[in-house]
């Protein structure tokens, strides 16, 4: 059913009735020799338009676009309708051009004022436009005999743009209903008809025409559901450039097409032969032609810029110089007819019989700063002018880069030896006829259900897996897979996990990757959970494949579910790791520096402590302070002993202080000849006198 789109038939209805000759008021100035007149010549009146002559110039140019674009595969039908319908073409290949329409719209003449508008109705025209679409085409037809057993595969959509000037929105859906009404009977006769077909789905777009100055009394509505097989949209515009503007929009949302306009092209004025003026021309295609740009998101780069109508966007790109050589060839990826958005100007003119000249054009993206990125080229081919797209990217006629490379130079450790090793285990070989399966699987879908299981979980990168790192795990990863297992690789896979059971009692490392990450990495402990981890992701993904899957996972949940004792095993195991890694970190600071930090802290207690005494002291309240036992000097402090434990933070300031002031003066003689820190002193008196110098003073014989 989705074999043809609602694009492949067009019909427009327009309205001829006498109220179409109404003057558009947008006026147009005949009298364009201002500067060159004559005294006394009268200037050329302005003139305006009909709403017939908007209506007319408008839907040809829709056509005319979707001509350009679509020579082939999209068909236009035009009615004309008064008194009754006039269909001035038909379905049929041979008529779809501008200039059979144009000749059929010469025969039929401007709309008659003097006519009798109750005698006119746009109706006559909606019905015959319901009529044509139930009619075949040559393509539907061709794919209805090709596929005879499933012909209803061929739908039949399409689409009516009715260019009229509705009375009112009640007027707006009665036109509705009666398309509606219209439908549902075709479809009926289609039932019973091998010519006909029925209607699927049917869009009415109908456009409301009133000229400029004057109040519209229809009102803009989105597209919206009639019913199943009906969609009705309404727009309301002045006649004149906005119907133009208008029917220009509707043709890009009707067949997917976009805006390029082309800059910087240099011309040469005609008023001064040896200087040149830069121009621009609109060109549409098919929106394809610009979809590098949103894939990589670079469509600001490429100058993408609102139009005054502020619905469309057009994409910039600027002229290059062309190079005189057409034979070279450029690596395109996409080619796409195009067609002028303003045909008859002058330079629109000057680039298409440039272009069918045989000449090539290259555009590049406009960009402030860097090197110039050729995006697209101009070129024609038989007579018509096609949009190409360039690859600006790495081209894939050149030599791919080596894998070790990795994407973008970012990702370097792929697993490519697991890799080769997967794709000789999936290789597809010849399978004989005589070769039987009990499942009564074909060979091609056993195969896609091997390749399926394998790939449930398969990193891609060595240090987004550890498991697949580990050759005490090969065993399980290789049995796993399999569509079934026996008793014996369950026993295998069970003494795998019971091996990774004692790695971890033994606290043996595990190949985890510190790719990124600061420091020695996660800890032991840590690097076990994450192997279990994904161990239990394998397993879980072919868990549900037979019941002996199954006790493979209960043996790992089992094993990974620890005796409260295993646990303070793993707990004290933490507290040494953290020990060490504390002891590495600060062995390498100097001894002196710690001691000096303790004796500082050692001091700042010593300091508060006399100051709280203080305070008690001096408060007049108070009770007398305990007589306490006085403080030893520092003579009187004993070195401690190093085999009777650790150093005193007291004893370490004393070091500390008595080797800083050792260093400020000489020592003093008597403290350094002194016998248990006590020196007799006047020993020069009991020389000379030959006495006793006794302590209280006293001399003897």
């Known amino acids: 059913m989705k074999m043809f789109s609602v694009s492949h038939k067009t019909v427009f209805v327009v309205d001829h009735c006498p109220y179409m000759a109404e003057s558009s008021r947008q006026q147009v100035e005949c009298d364009v020799l201002t500067k060159s007149r004559a005294q006394g010549m009268i200037p050329l009146a302005p003139v305006s338009k009909s709403l017939w002559t908007c209506a007319v110039e408008c839907s040809m140019e829709y056509c005319r676009i979707l001509y350009d674009i679509y020579p082939m595969d999209k068909l236009v039908n035009y009615i004309v309708s008064d008194s009754e319908f006039h269909i001035l073409n038909s379905w049929r290949q041979e008529e779809q051009s501008t200039h059979e329409l144009m000749s059929a719209l010469a025969a039929v003449g401007p709309p008659n004022p003097r006519e009798d508008p109750e005698c006119c109705s746009i109706l006559h025209g909606l019905v015959a436009a319901v009529e044509a679409l139930c009619k075949i085409t040559e393509l539907q037809h061709e794919k209805r005999t090709a596929l005879m057993d499933t012909a209803e595969r061929v739908a039949n959509r399409g689409r009516i743009i009715c260019l009229t000037n509705a009375k009112s929105d009640t007027h707006v859906r009665m036109l509705e209903d009666c398309i509606q009404e219209t439908i549902l009977e075709q479809n009926k006769l289609a039932a019973g008809s091998d010519r006909l077909m029925a209607i699927q789905q049917c869009e009415l777009v109908l456009v409301h025409i009133y000229p400029q100055g004057d109040d519209t009394l229809v009102s803009d509505r989105p597209k919206k559901e009639v019913s199943p097989l009906l969609t009705s949209e309404v727009h309301s515009v002045r006649a004149g450039r906005h119907l133009a503007s208008k029917l220009n929009i509707l043709v890009q949302q009707h067949f997917d097409l976009a805006s390029t306009t082309i800059t910087n092209i240099p011309m040469k004025e005609e008023q001064h032969a040896n200087t040149s003026a830069n121009y621009d021309v609109e060109l549409l295609h098919h929106r394809d032609a610009h979809l590098e740009f949103f894939k990589s998101g670079d469509l600001h780069m490429a100058g993408t810029s609102t139009r005054e109508n502020g619905l469309k966007e057009t994409v910039t790109l600027k002229w290059c110089t062309p190079r005189t050589n057409s034979i070279e060839l450029h690596y395109c990826t996409g080619a796409y007819r195009i067609s002028p958005t303003d045909v008859n100007s002058r330079p629109s003119s000057c680039l298409t019989n440039f272009l069918l000249n045989g000449r090539s054009v290259l555009l590049e993206q406009p960009r402030k700063s860097g090197s110039k990125v050729i995006s697209h080229m101009l070129s024609s081919h038989g007579g018509e002018i096609f949009l190409h797209v360039l690859n600006s990217n790495r081209s894939t006629l050149e030599d791919p880069p080596s894998i070790s490379e990795g994407c973008g130079g970012r990702v370097t450790d792929y697993r490519i030896t697991d890799f080769g090793e997967f794709m000789r285990e999936n290789r597809l070989t010849p399978v004989s006829e005589s070769s039987y399966d009990p499942s009564g699987k074909l060979p091609a879908e056993r195969a896609k259900a091997q390749l399926e299981r394998h790939t449930r979980y398969w990193p891609m990168i060595i240090s987004?897996?550890?498991?697949?790192?580990?050759?005490?795990?090969?065993?399980?990863?290789?049995?796993?897979?399999?569509?079934?297992?026996?008793?014996?690789?369950?026993?295998?896979?069970?003494?795998?996990?019971?091996?990774?059971?004692?790695?971890?009692?033994?606290?043996?490392?595990?190949?985890?990757?510190?790719?990124?990450?600061?420091?020695?990495?996660?800890?032991?402990?840590?690097?076990?959970?994450?192997?279990?981890?994904?161990?239990?992701?394998?397993?879980?993904?072919?868990?549900?494949?037979?019941?002996?899957?199954?006790?493979?996972?209960?043996?790992?949940?089992?094993?990974?579910?620890?005796?409260?004792?295993?646990?303070?095993?793993?707990?004290?195991?933490?507290?040494?790791?953290?020990?060490?890694?504390?002891?590495?970190?600060?062995?390498?600071?100097?001894?002196?520096?710690?001691?000096?930090?303790?004796?500082?802290?050692?001091?700042?207690?010593?300091?508060?402590?006399?100051?709280?005494?203080?305070?008690?002291?001096?408060?007049?309240?108070?009770?007398?302070?305990?007589?306490?036992?006085?403080?030893?000097?520092?003579?009187?402090?004993?070195?401690?002993?190093?085999?009777?434990?650790?150093?005193?933070?007291?004893?370490?300031?004393?070091?500390?202080?008595?080797?800083?002031?050792?260093?400020?003066?000489?020592?003093?003689?008597?403290?350094a000849s002194s016998v248990n820190n006590k020196f007799e002193l006047y020993q020069h008196l009991k020389d000379e006198n030959g006495m006793d110098v006794h302590e209280n003073g006293k001399a003897s014989r």
Not at 491 to 512: A, F, G, H, S
Not at 556 to 583: L, V
Not at 603 to 614: R, V
Not at 661 to 669: D, T
Request: proline share 6%.
């Open 464 to 671: 987004q897996t550890t498991i697949f790192n580990m050759q005490a795990v090969v065993p399980l990863a290789n049995l796993i897979v399999k569509e079934t297992l026996t008793e014996e690789d369950l026993l295998t896979c069970q003494k795998t996990v019971y091996n990774l059971v004692d790695m971890e009692r033994k606290n043996d490392p595990l190949p985890i990757s510190t790719v990124g990450s600061r420091g020695k990495g996660p800890k032991r402990d840590e690097q076990y959970r994450i192997m279990w981890n994904e161990l239990e992701t394998l397993v879980k993904t072919h868990a549900g494949a037979t019941d002996r899957h199954q006790r493979v996972l209960d043996c790992i949940i089992a094993c990974r579910s620890k005796p409260p004792e295993e646990e303070d095993r793993k707990k004290r195991g933490r507290k040494r790791e953290e020990r060490e890694d504390r002891t590495e970190k600060n062995g390498s600071k100097d001894t002196d520096d710690k001691s000096w930090q303790d004796s500082e802290r050692l001091k700042g207690l010593l300091d508060k402590e006399d100051q709280e005494s203080e305070v008690i002291k001096d408060s007049p309240d108070s009770p007398e302070p305990l007589n306490k036992k006085p403080r030893l000097s520092t003579e009187d402090v004993q070195p401690p002993e190093r085999a009777k434990g650790p150093v005193s933070l007291l004893s370490m300031w004393t070091n500390r202080i008595t080797a800083v002031n050792s260093r400020k003066h000489q020592e003093f003689v008597g403290r």
